[in-house]
């Protein structure tokens, strides 16, 4: 079972730990526990702290729906990739265009200082144009 520690910076401000893979058999609780810890914190900051190195597809993808959902609730998101290989693969996966990336903790604090969240990639309207 995966636990995520989660902590306060600020009042406004907390800090969701990831020291461990997700992949299939962890997505849905990974995706929960997440999204859980936004409302119950009511912060209008959340910074996800990536400390594995393993950054699966189903993590990318755990992540893109975390901040959806807290971007549906007026929250900003940002995730720390301390490792490397992370950070080339949230770069090579295009997430940084959706996700603020930092390498360290100061990083995201200070990439989401007075920030909004980004927002939602753009879709198709029955007429082909972007919204």
């Known amino acids: 079972m995966l636990l995520f520690p989660c902590h306060r ?3 406004d401000q907390i800090v969701i ?35 594995t190195p393993l ?4 993590a990318v993808s755990v992540l893109l729906r975390t901040r959806r959902f807290a ?10 990739a301390r490792r490397s290989p992370a950070r080339r693969v949230l770069r090579a996966t295009g997430v940084c265009r959706y996700l603020r990336v930092a390498a360290t903790l100061p990083g ?9 969240s980004l927002p939602e ?11």
Do not use: K, M, W
Request: glycine share 10%; proline share 4%; aromatic share 2%.
């Open 71 to 80: 971007h549906g609730r007026g929250a900003v998101l940002c995730a720390v």
């Open 9 to 11: 910076l600020t009042e």
């Open 121 to 131: 990639p753009p879709t198709r309207q029955g007429d082909g144009a972007l919204t």
């Open 55 to 58: 950054v699966t597809a189903t």
């Open 17 to 51: 730990e990831i020291d461990d893979a997700i992949d299939f058999n962890t997505e849905d609780v990974a995706h929960g526990h997440l999204c859980g810890e936004i409302p119950r914190s009511a912060a209008r900051t959340v910074i996800i702290d990536v400390q």
């Open 108 to 116: 995201a604090v200070r990439l989401t200082r007075g920030c909004r």
